[in-house]
């Protein structure tokens, strides 16, 4: 039977982990430590922490969990993240996956009454461990994410097949075109001041996670994945794109522009500049455009991927019980 510890401290953390979840041994950012250090630190610094860890057989699996309540736990995520899931270390099988996620929710059960997890785009594996350890667990699809397998394709192929709208409407914007675009893979003081200039002038309210997306850019910068695309008119930057690059993967974070250049199209400019940059130059295989059905992203993007929300229910706790049957109630009116 695999042992459970829980954490309330991500130094402590940090410490158990020796690693194992650091940049070089996880290829996706959404699994990382430093994602959900970062993540904790500027966006949920009151909120309390509690991570869970099975082990056996030098297998472990992690759960990165916040504590609402002393009842309640949810995901360590916001609108920052693209994706939510346990996280494994030493190559467990599925059977060994299984048995982990089993004794995590075990654990879970006989402390606490509620869990909520989103975004979550595999839910299967997890949501029949919540059943089979005794909770009362439903999942929901609950918006998705656009992806690009860009399946070895140039730019100009891939530009081909975009809507003709699409094509069109840059293709008349760049006639003419008094906007000079740039990309840089390094943060500096002036850029980033041009970023928050931007943000401020867009359609956008008003950032409450500036301070993050710092943190993100200059960590990224300093691994040299950072691209941050503006385009200006002059000196002013009209519109801003924040991505990151790695390991075949592209992911687009933010995008802002000046509302007040809506009938010069800067920010569709710059995606165009973009795209072309992460399939040319940085020779991605995928590029994925976050949370979020906006229609613009499927110009853009070819694929969605669900998400879901997992929510699950102690039937232990008697004041778990109505938010249950309210939860499965809006779950079969959709």
Known sequence: MPTTREYHSLADVRDALHGRL????????????????????????????????????????????????????????????????????????????????????????????????????????????????GWFALSRPMGGRHILQVAGRDFATYWASRPGRLRTLVKRRVRGSRYDL?????????????????????????????????????????????RLGFARDGERAVATQLWTVENDVALIHKLSH????????????????????????????????GTGDNPYKSDWMEERVPLHRIDAFNPRHASSWLPAARTAISALVG
Not at 107 to 126: F, G, K, M, N
Not at 264 to 273: D, K, Q, R
């Open 22 to 133: 650091d940049r070089e041994a996880v290829p996706c950012l959404f699994g990382r430590y430093d994602w959900f250090d970062l993540l904790h630190r500027h966006c949920f610094a009151d909120v309390p922490v509690r991570v869970v860890v099975a082990e056996k057989d030098g297998a472990q699996a992690w759960l990165f969990l916040l504590g609402r309540d002393s009842r309640r736990v949810s995901a360590l995520a916001n609108w920052y993240s693209f994706d939510w899931s346990p996280q494994f270390t030493g190559d467990p099988d599925a059977g060994q996956r299984a048995r982990l996620l089993d004794a995590l929710s075990g654990h879970l059960l006989r402390t606490t009454s509620q869990i909520d997890l989103y975004p979550v785009a595999a839910s299967a594996e997890l949501l029949a461990s919540l059943r089979r350890t």
């Open 182 to 226: 740039s990309i840089s893979d390094r943060l500096t003081d002036d850029l980033w001041r041009d970023y928050v200039d931007v943000h401020g002038r867009s359609w956008k309210q008003p950032e409450p996670g500036l301070d993050f997306l710092r943190a993100l850019a200059e960590r990224e910068s300093e691994a040299g994945t950072l």
């Open 258 to 289: 000046d509302r007040a250049h809506d009938a010069g199209s800067p920010g569709t400019l710059l995606s165009h500049a973009m795209f072309a940059q992460a399939i040319d130059g940085d020779r991605v295989a995928m590029i994925d455009y």
